[in-house]
């Protein structure tokens, strides 16, 4: 795909999970790791994220996720940026949930920041990618590329250049009509994944017994806020009549 310019680092995409890229690119001898996919915690050993500074060491990892998938929660980058580059340690970040414009983590100081490019960058759910951008002050991008040689190759890279330029547009409507909208309950169509243009709902705990059953998350599309309301309501009304009965 060449290089481009992603939350103001340089980017990459790769066609294999962006966070095996990262394990081959820094190859941390040990990382701290918190809650977030579970992709990354069945392919390394770690230790929690609430570690002892005192154990982090150069070239060392702490990797976080944020916003956190499933609940939204929000991390405090620059607190564990700090932490990092104390020790000499690389502070990366999962950022799916919270593609551009919506939020930077180079603003706190990250210094790899990847995303799973099927979810908002690729926006039409028919992509299937990873992507890692690389803070400017890091001298890796030529390394990145080499890996990727024998790594992955990256077929449909075209998808990604057209979904680039829509980014932003999508990404701005689908947390205008999110952020409108949490006062009201939702019934969307049942789907595991999220990003696209289309709005989808997942109640995780039908494939996840660990998962509060009270939980159920969004993920809020381009459509128009009134349709979405009215969809709503007319599927919560069915439920209650059915309930009634």
Same mark, same amino acid.
């Given at each position: !795909? ?56 150069? *070239? ?20 564990? /940026?700090?932490? =990092?580059?104390? /020790? ?30 099927? #979810? ?6 028919? !992509?299937?990618? *990873? ?5 400017? #002050? ?12 024998? $790594? ?8 990604? !250049? ?13 947390? =205008? ?6 006062? #009201? ?20 705990? !039908? ?16 459509? /128009? ?6 969809? $709503? ?11 009634? #009965?």
């Amino acid at each position: !795909m060449g290089r481009t310019i992603c939350s103001r680092g340089h980017s990459l995409l790769l066609a294999s999970h962006s966070f095996h890229a990262i394990l081959v690119l820094l190859n941390p001898r040990r990382i701290a790791i918190g809650e977030g996919y579970h992709g990354c915690h069945v392919v390394i050993k770690c230790c929690l994220l609430d570690f002892d500074a005192a154990e982090l060491q150069s *070239g060392n990892a702490i990797h976080v996720e944020t916003p956190l998938n499933l609940t939204g929660e929000a991390i405090n980058l620059q607190y564990y /940026a700090e932490e =990092a580059h104390r /020790a000499g340690a690389f502070l990366t970040v999962d950022a799916t949930f919270g593609p551009p414009p919506v939020q930077n983590p180079f603003d706190f100081g990250a210094d790899i920041v990847l995303y799973n490019g099927t #979810k908002y960058f690729g926006g039409h759910s028919g !992509m299937l990618c *990873g992507i890692l951008a690389i803070n400017p #002050k890091h001298d890796l991008l030529t390394r990145l590329h080499s890996d990727r040689v024998y $790594l992955d190759s990256v077929a449909g890279s075209w998808l990604g !250049m057209r979904s680039l330029r829509t980014l932003e547009l999508r990404v701005t409507r689908q947390s =205008a009509t999110a952020t409108a909208l949490p006062s #009201k309950l939702r019934l969307f169509q049942h789907a595991t994944s999220l990003g696209g243009v289309e709005s989808l709902i997942e109640w995780r705990a !039908m494939t996840n017994t660990s998962i509060d059953q009270r939980l159920v998350r969004l993920g809020v599309g381009v459509e /128009a806020l009134d349709d979405l309301t009215r969809d $709503l309501q007319q599927g919560l009304e069915t439920l209650r009549r059915e309930a009634a #009965k």
